[in-house]
Nanobody
Framework: QVQLVESGGGLVQAGGSLRLSCAAS????????MGWFRQAPGTEREFVAA????????LYSDSVKGRFIISRDNANNTVYLQMNSLRPEDTAVYYC?????????????????WGQGTQVTVSS
């Protein structure tokens, strides 16, 4: 099992940017699909973005496509979520997740390891 720790959340004005980081430890980072999910108050947790190991194929939800960029640094066991043009509706707790040999997927159950979450608040 891999341990994940998110950082980089905070308060930002609409239109601004934040970069979230997720540091992985415990088990090798190799072959893990990494994903970001978020959960706003009163809502179900939803998929945001995912990236595969190796070639780094990416997948985004429609709500963030064109605004957010997921990337990873395999040498440093870290995945990032660059969030641009933030909107108040992006306000949520953002969770990093890992799924070994998961491929490119948005299915939450494919991600077996989860971070503790980091709060992102976008003010209008």
């Amino acid at each position: 099992q891999v341990q994940l720790v998110e950082s980089g959340g905070g308060l930002v004005q609409a239109g601004g940017s934040l970069r979230l980081s997720c540091a992985a430890s415990g088990r090798t980072f190799s072959y893990y699909t990494m994903g970001w999910f978020r959960q706003a108050p009163g809502t179900e947790r939803e998929f945001v973005a995912a990236i595969t190991w190796g070639a780094g194929s990416t997948l985004y939800s429609d709500s963030v496509k064109g605004r957010f960029i997921i990337s990873r640094d395999n040498a440093n066991n870290t995945v990032y979520l660059q969030m641009n043009s933030l909107r108040p509706e992006d306000t949520a707790v953002y969770y990093c997740a890992a799924g070994r040999w998961a491929g490119l997927t948005e299915t939450m159950t494919s991600f077996r390891s989860w971070g503790q979450g980091t709060q992102v608040t976008v003010s209008s």
